[in-house]
């Protein structure tokens, strides 16, 4: 007889408890899909999902099937257990009033027991409503007072670190897509606009964060995030804008520039904040990871979905955090162009919420700083999931962003200078940690750790001398030449900014030119299409405007705007003449460009006219030690597991008397119909 002993069966019962049980809903960047129990919502996208108490999940609305089969708006509202994993339908008193079905409205649960309901539209149009339900009273009540700004959808609401606010932006409207900022007092019920010197473009279906709220002394001081969304052209977006408000300093936006620069172009996705870092995932139809945004350093890393077991591309899906995990509801399911009824739940790595290296290496041995991907991940002698190349669990990285010059940054032993870094909206030129082979975060095309690498700027030099290296510029209005590229110089603003030899001898009166044709045919201006631009004609290049940037920039001639995001394979794209095809370490989508490259942005493999065969996915060395702990637990479960059947099978069929023969045909006919 087959024999196994108790720590046989023990070995195998641990194993598969671990893999089962601990192994899965420990994992970091781990999906699990939810098994609801009971009567659960139907399939919906649009809705809106909130936690309440860091227990239950709050759905309310969206669009979807109905008893009846047809697809339409709804207004059921339920509550998810996210212990007992079951839902439960809220019904309001009998002879209340309940708030009109919608979808692509905000949903909001200020103070524990009341959840803000603002805008939405459905089949009859856009909804000018504002609604809030009291969990107390269980009763929905309608805020009658007129609306001050247009009815929308798509739109955003937050609530501030203090809770007595509400901050709105952007969305669309029956008639246009907006960028219009307000902030509704709980206390008061009054909405304020909030204006500022410069603002987004106009945009719908974006994200926003309220940040920065651990500790915050003044109730009154406001930080955001945004990211994304649709513009009012129909194209994509992947920018990233920061807001910032207090009793002591003037609301105000301004665009970020981060690196590297192959986020993928969104819209209908979702994002959270976690200490300084923004988590965001969805709304694109060819990528699948989670992308974390560094708010303080400005830098994105992404990590491709730890298993196979992860929700189809969505959009339009419900998500609310609670802790260390995202629950995420429905949806539109992009790849196969249906409606998801599924509840995934993400887990994330704790570590996660040190944002820089001095708070993360204080965590050691948990945390480590994997300084190669500007990360805190767990693990201690290298981390435990995935690999890092540059690895720091006791000691940090030098700081050399505070390094503003090329001669200061080499003389340090461990900085060297970029003259040509991707990021976005264009390339950058900085100070960083590396080696002699680079920088040990992101990409760089032209390197140097040596002092004799740096260009000689000299500073009293005229307007052509100065322009006779590339790595230099000439500052008009300072008379002074210093090192930068076409977008400005390395250290400091200049106004007039010039890196064309061309422009020395006669420098541009652009704003003169009030149409594109005219601005476009003086070689020294270019056109910019963008809404918030006050002076469309600048001084510029190929590249773009010598101060500032331009998501729609003409030079030499004027083209119309394309929507080169709604082509989904390389052949489509390149076929329009407006657009090429960029395919960056596997992370494909079509951009507005030409032949010389992108509109916005950088990209390393572009296709123009013609397809070319992408770069080879780099291949991260080594399995990593959590890859090896999942093999091993793996192989020992089915092991252990096997032969401990195998055993409790024979002395079961033993005991009948049965023969080894007929033992194993039965095993074999069993085995089979599995």
């Given at each position: 007889r087959?024999r196994?002993?108790?720590?046989?069966?023990?070995?195998?019962?641990?194993?598969?408890?671990?893999?089962?049980?601990?192994?899965?809903?420990?994992?970091?960047?781990?999906?699990?899909?939810?098994?609801?129990?009971?009567?659960?919502?139907?399939?919906?996208?649009?809705?809106?999902?909130?936690?309440?108490?860091d227990?239950?999940?709050?759905?309310?609305?969206?669009?979807?099937?109905?008893?009846?089969?047809?697809?339409?708006d709804?207004?059921?509202?339920?509550?998810?257990?996210?212990?007992?994993?079951?839902?439960?339908?809220?019904?309001?008193?009998?002879?209340?009033?309940?708030?009109?079905?919608?979808?692509?409205?905000?949903?909001n649960?200020?103070?524990?027991?009341?959840?803000?309901?603002?805008?939405?539209?459905?089949?009859?149009?856009v909804?000018?409503?504002?609604?809030?339900?009291?969990?107390?009273?269980m009763?929905?009540?309608?805020?009658?007072?007129?609306l001050?700004?247009?009815?929308?959808?798509?739109?955003?609401?937050?609530?501030?670190?203090?809770e007595?606010?509400?901050?709105m932006?952007?969305g669309?409207?029956?008639?246009?897509?907006?960028?219009?900022?307000?902030?509704?007092?709980?206390?008061?019920?009054?909405?304020?606009?909030i204006?500022?010197?410069?603002?987004?473009?106009?945009?719908?279906?974006?994200?926003?964060?309220?940040?920065?709220?651990?500790?915050?002394?003044?109730?009154?001081?406001?930080?955001?995030?945004?990211?994304?969304?649709?513009?009012?052209?129909?194209?994509?977006?992947?920018?990233?804008?920061?807001?910032?408000?207090?009793?002591?300093?003037?609301?105000?936006?301004?665009e970020?520039?981060?690196?590297?620069?192959?986020?993928?172009?969104?819209?209908?996705?979702?994002?959270?904040?976690?200490?300084?870092?923004?988590?965001?995932?969805?709304?694109?139809?060819?990528?699948?990871?989670?992308?974390?945004?560094?708010?303080?350093?400005?830098?994105?890393?992404?990590?491709?979905?730890?298993?196979?077991?992860?929700?189809?591309?969505?959009?339009?899906?419900?998500?609310?955090?609670?802790?260390?995990?995202?629950?995420?509801f429905?949806?539109?399911?992009?790849?196969?162009?249906?409606?998801?009824?599924?509840?995934?739940?993400?887990?994330?790595?704790?570590?996660?919420?040190?944002t820089?290296?001095?708070?993360?290496?204080?965590?050691?041995?948990?945390?480590?700083?994997?300084?190669?991907?500007?990360?805190?991940?767990?693990?201690?002698?290298?981390?435990?999931?995935?690999?890092?190349?540059?690895?720091?669990?006791?000691?940090?990285?030098?700081d050399?962003?505070?390094?503003?010059?090329?001669?200061?940054?080499?003389?340090?032993?461990?900085?060297?200078?970029c003259?040509?870094t991707?990021?976005?909206?264009?390339p950058?030129?900085?100070?960083?940690?590396?080696?002699?082979?680079g920088?040990?975060?992101?990409?760089c095309?032209?390197?140097?750790k040596?002092?004799?690498?740096?260009?000689?700027?000299?500073?009293?030099?005229?307007?052509?001398?100065?322009?006779?290296?590339?790595?230099?510029?000439?500052?008009?209005s300072?008379?002074?030449?210093?090192?930068?590229?076409?977008?400005?110089?390395?250290?400091g603003?200049?106004?007039?900014?010039?890196?064309?030899a061309?422009?020395?001898?006669?420098?541009?009166?652009?704003?003169?030119?009030?149409?594109?044709?005219?601005?476009?045919?003086?070689?020294?201006?270019?056109?910019?299409?963008?809404?918030?631009?006050?002076?469309?004609?600048?001084?510029?290049?190929?590249?773009?405007p010598?101060?500032?940037?331009?998501?729609?920039?003409?030079?030499?001639?004027?083209t119309?705007?394309?929507?080169?995001?709604?082509?989904?394979?390389?052949?489509?794209?390149?076929?329009?003449?407006?657009?090429?095809?960029?395919n960056?370490?596997?992370?494909?989508?079509?951009?507005?460009?030409?032949?010389?490259?992108?509109?916005?942005a950088?990209?390393?493999?572009?296709?123009?006219?013609?397809?070319?065969?992408?770069?080879?996915?780099?291949?991260?060395?080594?399995?990593?030690?959590?890859?090896?702990?999942?093999?091993?637990l793996?192989?020992?479960?089915?092991?252990?597991?096997?032969?401990?059947?195998y055993?409790?099978?024979?002395r079961?069929?033993?005991?009948?008397?049965?023969?080894?023969?007929?033992?194993s045909?039965?095993?074999?006919?069993?085995?089979?119909?599995?």
């Open positions: 087959l196994t002993s108790p720590f046989a069966q023990m070995r195998a019962f641990l194993c598969a408890l671990f893999l089962t049980i601990g192994l899965v809903s420990a994992l970091p960047n781990m999906w699990t899909l939810v098994e609801q129990k009971g009567v659960s919502p139907s399939a919906r996208y649009g809705h809106s999902w909130e936690i309440k108490d227990t239950y999940g709050v759905l309310f609305g969206g669009f979807g099937p109905t008893a009846d089969g047809s697809l339409d709804l207004n059921d509202l339920w509550l998810f257990d996210t212990v007992n994993k079951n839902w439960t339908v809220i019904k309001a008193k009998p002879g209340s009033v309940v708030p009109p079905p919608r979808r692509w409205h905000t949903c649960i200020v103070g524990k027991t009341k959840m803000y309901c603002l805008g939405g539209k459905n089949l009859d149009g909804l000018a409503d504002f609604w809030y339900f009291d969990f107390d009273q009763q929905w009540f309608q805020i009658n007072d007129p001050p700004f247009q009815p929308r959808y798509g739109h955003t609401v937050n609530a501030d670190c203090a007595s606010r509400m901050i932006f952007g669309a409207t029956a008639a246009a897509t907006v960028n219009d900022m307000w902030a509704y007092s709980i206390a008061d019920n009054a909405w304020i606009e204006l500022t010197p410069s603002r987004p473009p106009a945009r719908v279906f974006h994200s926003v964060v309220m940040t920065a709220c651990e500790g915050m002394p003044d109730p009154f001081d406001i930080h955001l995030t945004l990211h994304g969304g649709q513009l009012k052209t129909g194209s994509n977006s992947m920018d990233v804008w920061s807001f910032h408000m207090s009793s002591a300093i003037r609301a105000s936006w301004s970020n520039s981060y690196r590297p620069d192959d986020v993928p172009l969104r819209h209908g996705h979702f994002a959270f904040d976690i200490g300084n870092i923004m988590l965001t995932w969805g709304g694109s139809v060819s990528d699948l990871s989670t992308y974390w945004y560094n708010e303080d350093e400005h830098t994105w890393y992404s990590r491709e979905p730890f298993a196979t077991n992860h929700p189809a591309q969505l959009r339009f899906m419900g998500a609310e955090i609670s802790f260390n995990q995202i629950y995420v429905g949806g539109y399911d992009l790849l196969h162009d249906s409606i998801s009824d599924e509840l995934w739940v993400y887990t994330f790595d704790e570590c996660l919420f040190q820089d290296c001095a708070t993360c290496t204080k965590r050691s041995p948990t945390c480590g700083w994997c300084a190669s991907k500007q990360a805190c991940l767990s693990g201690d002698g290298e981390p435990l999931y995935e690999s890092c190349p540059v690895w720091r669990s006791k000691t940090c990285p030098d050399c962003s505070s390094l503003l010059t090329c001669d200061d940054c080499t003389a340090s032993v461990n900085c060297g200078w003259f040509n991707p990021s976005y909206p264009h950058t030129e900085a100070c960083f940690p590396g080696t002699r082979d920088p040990i975060f992101g990409d095309f032209e390197w140097t040596e002092p004799e690498g740096c260009p000689e700027c000299p500073r009293n030099a005229d307007c052509g001398d100065c322009l006779s290296s590339p790595y230099c510029g000439y500052c008009p300072q008379k002074t030449c210093m090192m930068g590229n076409a977008h400005g110089p390395a250290n603003t200049c106004p007039d900014w010039i890196q064309d061309r422009q020395c001898a006669a420098p541009p009166s652009c704003a003169s030119h009030t149409t594109c044709d005219d601005c476009a045919a003086d070689a020294h201006c270019g056109f910019c299409d963008d809404d918030e631009v006050d002076i469309r004609c600048q001084s510029g290049n190929s590249t773009g010598v101060t500032g940037s331009c998501r729609n920039w003409n030079f030499g001639k004027c119309p705007l394309a929507q080169c995001d709604t082509h989904r394979t390389c052949d489509k794209c390149t076929a329009d003449s407006r657009c090429g095809w960029c960056d370490l596997g992370v494909a989508r079509c951009m507005d460009g030409d032949k010389v490259g992108p509109a916005t950088t990209c390393h493999n572009w296709s123009y006219e013609t397809c070319v065969s992408p770069f080879p996915t780099p291949i991260h060395p080594g399995l990593g030690a959590g890859w090896i702990v999942f093999i091993v793996m192989v020992c479960a089915i092991t252990g597991g096997g032969v401990a059947f055993f409790l099978y024979w079961q069929r033993s005991r009948r008397t049965l023969s080894y023969s007929t033992l045909a039965s095993q074999g006919s069993g085995y089979g119909t599995r």
